[in-house]
């Protein structure tokens, strides 16, 4: 009744009240079993799912990957205004890439197409000194903690291992060892960047700032995915950086990255903070194997095949990052670091994940999966032709 004498009265309309505030409201006059009874309603109430306020690509779009637009002129300008923000300091710490429109479509390109893309000079250069001296530091007063069983131990053949080689023979050796839990040995600094004087502290700031999320999110553009800091209703989307070192003896095995299938990792950035001068044959190196290959049909098992025919071995390099959207079937893995590598050499690392909660992971990656095999066809059938059409010439 008081609501329409305020209707008549020409008062405003309030919003409804929410279930949480009806029912404590409501609690106030109860006796105490009429209490605990509408307790267990208010957890229901306040536990009810929060409607989303963001969606992805591919959801925004029906699932429709064919509908889905290259990186504009808009999204580039939009990288470079916040990617100019105060975040990243006056003068900037990230490298010149972070204002070179160019290099952000050749960028974009690359990583919707699922490759990798090497960064140079991430970081500017004073800040990259600055950031391996104290890392230094860090290491001489035992702050670096390893974590994970020894090479031995491991389900990998060792010897098999050492015999591989080339980057495929590496990869193939490591996939046989791959079917169980994924298994490393680093040294971690669990707590880098607590101490706000520090320049740890100032880059993981500007790393883990919304700026360089949305930044990100240009970078990603036509890949049906997206990245979210910004909702109040969902988690964050960044994990807290991982600063590790991989000394004599370290190593990751064949991993993708991805995650929880529910919860996607969109986007993994890997910055490298090595002495300079870091050779192959010390180990250490960035493995990235990408998808493997089974031989065709009627092969017999001594027919020689390459299983991996897209791996690569990339040789860190100081103030350098790789970055890549990961993918169930696109693996990588970091070589152990052997005996050979001198002491005077550091082989540190900085990781970033970045992810976006609640989506249908499957379903997405199951579409853009179907997405990138057509326009690959189409891409072998224009190459095709072509090579016949000069052929004829």
Same mark, same amino acid.
């Given at each position: 009744?008081?609501?329409?004498?305020?209707?008549?009265?020409?008062?405003?309309?309030?919003?409804p009240?929410?279930?949480?505030?009806?029912?404590?409201?409501?609690?106030?006059?109860?006796?105490?079993?009429?209490?605990?009874?509408?307790?267990?309603?208010?957890a229901?109430?306040?536990?009810e799912?929060?409607?989303?306020?963001?969606?992805?690509?591919?959801?925004?779009?029906?699932?429709d990957?064919?509908?889905?637009?290259?990186?504009?002129?808009?999204?580039?300008?939009?990288?470079?205004?916040? !990617?100019? @923000?105060? /975040?990243? #300091?006056?003068?900037?710490?990230?490298?010149?890439w =972070?204002i070179?429109?160019?290099? +952000?479509?050749?960028?974009?390109?690359k990583?919707v197409?699922?490759?990798?893309?090497?960064?140079?000079?991430?970081?500017?250069?004073?800040?990259?000194?600055?950031?391996?001296?104290?890392?230094v530091?860090?290491?001489?007063?035992?702050?670096?903690?390893?974590?994970?069983?020894?090479?031995?131990?491991?389900?990998?053949?060792?010897?098999?291992?050492?015999?591989?080689?080339?980057?495929?023979?590496?990869?193939?050796?490591l996939w046989k060892?791959?079917?169980?839990?994924?298994?490393?040995?680093?040294?971690?600094?669990?707590t880098?960047?607590?101490?706000?004087?520090?320049?740890?502290?100032k880059?993981?700031?500007?790393?883990?700032?919304?700026?360089?999320?949305?930044? !990100?999110? @240009?970078? /990603?553009? #036509?890949?049906?995915?997206?990245?979210?800091?910004? =909702?109040?209703?969902?988690?964050? +989307?960044?994990?807290?950086?991982?600063?590790?070192?991989?000394k004599?003896?370290?190593?990751?095995?064949?991993?993708?990255?991805?995650?929880?299938?529910?919860?996607?990792?969109t986007?993994?950035?890997n910055?490298f903070?090595?002495?300079?001068?870091?050779?192959?044959?010390?180990?250490?190196?960035?493995?990235?194997?990408?998808?493997?290959?089974?031989?065709?049909?009627?092969?017999?098992?001594?027919?020689?095949?390459?299983?991996?025919?897209?791996?690569?071995?990339?040789?860190?390099?100081?103030?350098?990052?790789?970055?890549?959207?990961?993918?169930h079937?696109?693996?990588?893995a970091?070589?152990?670091?052997?005996?050979?590598?001198?002491?005077?050499?550091?082989?540190?690392?900085?990781?970033?994940?970045?992810?976006?909660?609640?989506?249908?992971?499957?379903?997405?990656?199951?579409?853009?999966?179907?997405?990138?095999?057509?326009?690959?066809?189409?891409?072998?059938?224009?190459?095709?032709?072509?090579k016949?059409?000069?052929?004829?010439?």
């Amino acid at each position: 009744s008081r609501l329409g004498e305020g209707l008549g009265s020409g008062a405003v309309p309030s919003r409804p009240e929410p279930r949480v505030m009806r029912a404590m409201r409501a609690m106030r006059a109860m006796s105490a079993m009429a209490w605990l009874r509408a307790s267990v309603l208010v957890a229901v109430a306040a536990a009810e799912p929060v409607p989303r306020v963001m969606r992805t690509e591919l959801e925004n779009r029906d699932f429709d990957p064919s509908t889905l637009k290259p990186m504009t002129q808009g999204n580039v300008d939009r990288m470079l205004k916040v !990617l100019a @923000q105060k /975040v990243f #300091g006056n003068p900037s710490i990230l490298g010149r890439w =972070s204002i070179n429109g160019s290099f +952000a479509r050749e960028l974009n390109d690359k990583l919707v197409a699922g490759e990798y893309m090497l960064i140079d000079d991430f970081l500017e250069t004073p800040t990259a000194n600055e950031l391996y001296e104290e890392m230094v530091v860090a290491d001489k007063q035992k702050k670096f903690k390893h974590e994970g069983p020894k090479f031995k131990d491991t389900r990998i053949d060792d010897k098999a291992y050492f015999a591989s080689g080339s980057p495929s023979a590496r990869c193939e050796e490591l996939w046989k060892a791959s079917h169980g839990p994924f298994e490393f040995r680093h040294h971690r600094w669990e707590t880098a960047g607590d101490f706000p004087e520090s320049i740890m502290f100032k880059v993981q700031k500007a790393i883990k700032s919304n700026f360089f999320v949305d930044a !990100l999110n @240009q970078l /990603v553009v #036509g890949s049906g995915l997206a990245i979210d800091s910004t =909702s109040p209703y969902m988690r964050t +989307a960044t994990v807290p950086l991982q600063v590790r070192e991989f000394k004599t003896g370290d190593y990751y095995t064949l991993h993708n990255d991805i995650g929880e299938p529910s919860e996607p990792r969109t986007l993994s950035i890997n910055y490298f903070l090595v002495t300079p001068g870091w050779r192959s044959e010390w180990g250490g190196n960035f493995l990235w194997c990408g998808k493997r290959v089974e031989k065709p049909q009627g092969a017999a098992k001594t027919d020689p095949h390459d299983f991996f025919p897209e791996a690569r071995r990339i040789v860190p390099q100081f103030n350098q990052a790789i970055m890549f959207m990961p993918r169930h079937d696109y693996d990588h893995a970091v070589e152990l670091v052997e005996d050979s590598r001198p002491d005077t050499h550091r082989r540190f690392s900085i990781t970033t994940f970045r992810q976006i909660s609640r989506i249908d992971g499957p379903r997405h990656f199951s579409t853009l999966e179907s997405q990138r095999k057509k326009k690959k066809r189409e891409r072998a059938k224009a190459e095709k032709k072509a090579k016949a059409k000069n052929a004829e010439l």
